[in-house]
């Protein structure tokens, strides 16, 4: 057994090693297709974002917003009242048109004068009285402040709003 000579092994070696291919990279990995979980963060987003779609929408159409929305249009002035009388005659009918949209609101489509004072009085979440008594009123009388029943004085504007606007949102 002769061994091979360093000359032949470097030779052989060269000679496998010319033979061999150079090294080739991976293709640089794509953007697309996306992984699975980028699809699950995207599908969660836009379900989210339905979510908060259908909220807002729902909100909007209810009756809450829409009530508070008109009452907020008296305080902030855009419907001119020429006095308290007015504004009461007004809110008198904002309250009516709510409690009519109300599930139970159907069997007080007819009262009205202290029947409806009561009403708008009644329960802890209810109107102060004078309050309920002066809205409950204020349509019948003749636009002015001295034919309402009793001698209390007319609350003003901003104490009626208020007291409507407490009273929609604790009852709707």
Known sequence: ???????????????QS????DIHLPDPVSWWPLAPGWWALGAIV????????????????????????????????????????E??????????R???????????VNTHGDAWSGYLAASPNGM????ARFIANAPYALHAVNDLPGDEPAPDGE??????????????
């Open 1 to 15: 057994m002769t061994t091979p000579s360093a000359e032949t092994l470097n030779a052989d070696m060269a000679a």
């Open 46 to 85: 836009l379900a989210c974002s339905a979510a908060v779609l259908i909220f807002v929408r729902r909100r909007r159409r209810s009756l809450k917003y829409r009530a508070l929305r008109e009452l907020n249009q008296f305080r902030s002035g855009t419907t001119a009242h020429v006095n308290v009388m």
């Open 159 to 172: 104490a009626l709003i208020d007291a409507v606007e407490n009273w929609i949102r604790r009852h709707t």
């Open 18 to 21: 010319a033979q061999l291919r």
């Open 128 to 131: 102060p009285d004078e309050i």
């Open 98 to 108: 709510v409690v009519l949209n109300t599930v139970n609101g159907r069997r007080y």
């Open 87 to 96: 504004l009461a005659s007004e809110l008198c009918i904002l309250v009516r």
